[in-house]
Antibody, heavy 115, light 107 residues
Framework: QVHLQQWGAGLLKPSETLSLTCGVNGGPLTGYYWSWIRQPPGKSLEWIGEINHSGVTNYNPSLKSRVTISEDTSKNQFSLKVKYVTAADTAVYYC?????????WGQGTLVTVSS | DIQVTQSPSTLSASVGDRVTITCRASQDTSSYINWYQQKPGQAPKLLIYAASSLQSGVPSRFSGSGSGAYFTLIINTVQPEDFATYYCQQTYVIPRTFGQGTKLEIK
């Protein structure tokens, strides 16, 4: 059974860099796409971007200039970085497996941006 | 971007009811539509993919249909554990957008 475990800092100041990692347990990283999604408090879901096992990435154009998704196949994990965060980046961030469908999700990490 | 609009935003139902949630896209998405269920404090859970395919382990009272730009999620015989928020998502183009959600409440 595939299980995604995510971790990273939950409190940031404006202009800092958000950094989250998602570890994949019970299955391989290779052969799949892996995605990041976020959800501001009380709001809907926003797709951030995706990466496949070859390192090919796609990003939401609204975030593309600040976002980097990378992978470490040796550790079976992938990561998200968002530069120059503001209060508008406050959200629960999820990692997930897939692109045409998101079938396994991490537990979510609340990231709060506050001075 | 493809805009995805769900209706209604809130739906009140009783246990045993049959409910329908609709998802309308601003352009053709072929059948690249998924449906997710989210309960408070939890990650979304995939229910239906490719418009009408039931994800493994999901009860058969959930079904999806539609094509092009209009899709529906039906829950036959609503159960107490079904009261949650439901989201549709298009994965036809980037960015892969979600609807605003439909909250299914107990009447």
């Amino acid at each position: 059974q595939v299980h995604l475990q995510q971790w990273g800092a939950g409190l940031l100041k404006p202009s800092e860099t958000l950094s989250l990692t998602c570890g994949v347990n019970g299955g391989p990283l290779t052969g799949y796409y892996w995605s990041w999604i976020r959800q501001p408090p009380g709001k809907s879901l926003e797709w951030i971007g995706e990466i496949n096992h070859s390192g090919v990435t796609n990003y939401n154009p609204s975030l593309k200039s600040r976002v980097t998704i990378s992978e470490d196949t040796s550790k079976n994990q992938f990561s998200l970085k968002v530069k120059y965060v503001t209060a508008a980046d406050t959200a629960v961030y999820y990692c997930a497996r897939g692109v045409s469908r998101l079938d396994y999700w991490g537990q979510g990490t609340l990231v709060t941006v506050s001075s | 971007d493809i805009q995805v609009t769900q209706s209604p935003s809130t739906l009140s139902a009783s246990v045993g009811d049959r409910v329908t949630i609709t998802c309308r896209a601003s352009q053709d998405t072929s059948s690249y539509i998924n449906w997710y269920q989210q309960k408070p404090g939890q990650a979304p859970k995939l229910l239906i993919y490719a418009a009408s395919s039931l994800q493994s382990g999901v009860p058969s009272r959930f079904s999806g249909s539609g094509s092009g730009a209009y899709f529906t999620l039906i829950i036959n015989t609503v159960q107490p554990e079904d009261f949650a928020t439901y989201y549709c998502q298009q994965t036809y183009v980037i960015p892969r957008t979600f609807g605003q959600g439909t909250k299914l409440e107990i009447k």
